[in-house]
Each structure stands twice: as structure tokens, then as C-alpha cells.
């Protein structure tokens, strides 16, 4: 899994608007496409409402 042990990553919801996303672990070099359910998926995280409009 990634993110902190302990506590779930939350995926903004938002994400999901867009057909693909872009995820980094940090460095410029390591930034990946992805999906939002994949990035759901590989972060064992759960979709959120990060804000509202």
C-alpha cells in the first residue's frame, strides 16, 4: 500500500471528472498516469469530498 501506515489515503472525488490523472511519489521524475479508480485501487484509499463548491 501506499501512503502512511495508519490512516487511508482519501482520493478527491473530484479526480474522477477527468479521464485520466497524473500521481507523484515526490520527485518530478516519478510521477505516473493513471485513473482515478486505478489510483483508488493502488493507494488502498476510499474516494472523498475533498471540498465543496
Known amino acids: 500500500m501506499l501512503g502512511r ?3 487511508p489515503p482519501l482520493v478527491d472525488v473530484a479526480l474522477s471528472k477527468h ?3 497524473w500521481a507523484g511519489a515526490g520527485m518530478p ?5 493513471t485513473t482515478f479508480a486505478e489510483l483508488v485501487k493502488l493507494t488502498g ?9
Open 19 to 21: 479521464p485520466q490523472v
Open 29 to 33: 521524475c516519478t510521477v505516473f498516469r
Open 45 to 53: 484509499g476510499e474516494a472523498a469530498v475533498a471540498a465543496t463548491d
Open 5 to 7: 501506515p495508519g490512516a
